[in-house]
């Protein structure tokens, strides 16, 4: 699976009695995102972490040209209407990263159900070296059950300036296997050094397009 350049992750609150229903527009409107510019598009709902119950929609293009055809088809997207106006869904957060390499062979067959969202700022490490240590960290996501790892560096939006790592998983149980393994991880006890963690969250996939 190819780095898309960009990583656009847009957050909204959404009323429990509407949830389901916003779901089910969220993957429609996912299509419509894929037939106008975005090679890839994950959403779902956040069960821990700063915003919990929070819906979390996730866009991975090759060029920004991608996300502004996007930006201009929401206007006629009857999906998103539907989300703001029936389901009242109210987007608080959209930033857009540019994405950062790491070797990582992905497994999205069978498909993810957890994303684990860390956001960290870097302290003493410089880019290349904090690159370099987290893809030294790669065999142990990927062994412990990680199934795709990607990063992206704030571009615009809120908290500019610091990078934010995606792991997917299968279940719960690999999430706890992985944490147990880094804490033996010496490229990761370097970046626990070198960088500062202010937000993890988990998501519940409900879909990848």
Do not use: W
């Amino acid at each position: 699976m190819a780095t898309q350049k960009f990583i656009v992750i847009t957050a909204a609150t959404c009323p429990v009695e509407t949830r389901s229903a916003a779901l089910a527009d969220m993957e429609k409107f996912a299509q419509n995102c894929r037939d106008n510019g975005a090679a890839r598009v994950t959403y779902g709902s956040v069960i821990s972490g700063r915003h919990p119950g929070a819906l979390i929609f996730i866009q991975f293009f090759d060029d920004l040209d991608g996300f502004e055809t996007v930006m201009d088809t929401i206007p006629s997207s009857a999906a998103y209407g539907r989300l703001l106006n029936t389901h009242c869904v109210m987007p608080f957060s959209r930033n857009i990263f540019r994405g950062k390499a790491i070797p990582f062979e992905p497994k999205i067959d069978p498909r993810p159900n957890y994303l684990m969202l860390t956001r960290a700022r870097r302290k003493s490490l410089e880019e290349a070296d904090f690159l370099d240590l987290l893809a030294q960290t790669a065999p142990t996501f990927k062994k412990a059950g990680a199934q795709t790892m990607r990063m992206g560096h704030t571009f615009t939006g809120s908290d500019l300036g610091t990078y934010m790592l995606g792991v997917t998983y299968p279940d719960m149980a690999s999430i706890e296997a992985t944490y147990d393994a880094l804490t033996n991880d010496p490229a990761y006890a370097k970046i626990s050094a070198g960088v500062e963690i202010d937000m993890r969250s988990i998501t519940k996939i409900a879909g990848i397009l």
